[in-house]
């Protein structure tokens, strides 16, 4: 008898509701129960999420990466902390379906039995590899449009094999097309695109681009781009926005640090999608904000921009000295200003 099996016998003997949906849900605090009841429309939660069509649809609603974290867990008795980095994962799992108990000085997540056997009548149906597929599709569309604002569907699926190593089959566009609802992206005459932005408003960025060569991230990265609250903080956007925390603080403004925050955040949105250098004087007149577009410019250098396919300015002008990159002296200027490169960067 291994280790762990021991353990599950001792646990078990000793009355602990490790292993029984009912006392897992028993030891959920009322917030917790009273979500999980507004989302399974019912009271009986233990009988709704024994129902195997219930429990498919709540793990198909699951981020990737909590979906990731019970299939782990419900592959074994338990799953350990240190295997995992819990803070990253929230969810509905800690609604229902884990419970972290500890033993010996140890956290671990478990699932209850009536689960893992659901579980296990679900991987038989093929249901994990349909779910994994369906979270890779949707975090490399909201990873693109974040990136580039808008991607021709040819040239997403080939991001999508060379990163993810998933083919554009009739599948995968089935899928595509279903998740493509608006609210994160839409696809319009061949185009994946924005949430809000359509194809006659993403000419511009088409036609600004031409020239430039894609950033493309690795597979990591492009997950991680996919949670709609990631974003590249480098220095000098993180060391404005701490300054502004602190000046926000000293002048007695309501949420010091959130306000701060969400002008960085605001910041960031608004440059990415800029098409020549603008005037910031409603931002910084909406947040209490000295105005100073030097440090705009500072920050919209590091910046990954919609006109320069994913780039930042940064990077292209570091390309262009060092002799690996020609644009056309008729284009955009590679720093994102707008202006033609031979009356920018290019000027003799």
Not at 203 to 228: C, I, M, Q
Request: charged letters at 30%.
């Amino acid at each position: 008898m291994d280790q762990m099996t021991e353990r599950n016998r001792k646990l078990a003997r000793e009355g602990e509701p490790v292993f029984s949906l009912a006392g897992i849900l028993a030891q959920k605090t009322e917030e917790e129960r009273g979500e999980l009841v507004r989302l399974a429309g019912t009271e009986d939660l233990a009988a709704w999420l024994q129902e195997p069509d219930n429990f498919a649809m709540l793990l198909n609603a699951l981020p990737a990466a909590d979906f990731a974290l019970f299939a782990k867990a419900a592959e074994g008795p338990f799953l350990q902390e240190d295997q995992v980095f819990l803070p990253m994962h929230g969810g509905l799992i800690h609604f229902a379906l884990m419970q972290p108990y500890y033993y010996g000085n140890q956290l671990y997540l478990v699932v209850p039995t009536e689960l893992r056997a659901l579980w296990g009548d679900l991987k038989r149906t093929g249901f994990p590899e349909r779910k994994r597929r369906k979270d890779l599709i949707d975090s490399y569309a909201q990873a693109c449009v974040k990136l580039y604002g808008v991607i021709p569907l040819e040239e997403f699926f080939s991001v999508l094999q060379q990163r993810g190593g998933e083919n554009r089959t009739s599948e995968a566009e089935e899928l595509l097309f279903a998740l493509a609802d608006g609210t994160y992206y839409s696809i319009e005459d061949e185009l994946l695109l924005y949430s809000g932005l359509d194809a006659g408003e993403a000419a511009p960025y088409l036609a600004a681009r031409e020239g430039f060569p894609p950033y493309l991230p690795s597979h990591e990265k492009l997950l991680r781009l996919g949670d709609g609250d990631y974003y590249d903080v480098f220095h000098e956007l993180e060391l404005w926005r701490l300054e502004l925390e602190e000046e926000f603080r000293a002048s007695g403004k309501d949420s010091p640090e959130h306000l701060a925050t969400d002008f960085a955040d605001t910041l960031y949105a608004v440059l990415r999608t800029e098409l020549k250098d603008t005037d910031h004087a409603e931002l910084f007149d909406a947040f209490g904000v000295t105005p100073d577009e030097t440090r705009v410019r500072r920050i919209k250098d590091k910046t990954r921009l919609w006109c320069l396919r994913g780039n930042t300015p940064e990077e292209l002008l570091q390309r262009i000295e060092k002799g690996e990159l020609r644009p056309p002296v008729n284009g955009p200027c590679p720093c994102g200003s707008g202006r033609k490169y031979k009356k920018c960067h290019g000027a003799p």
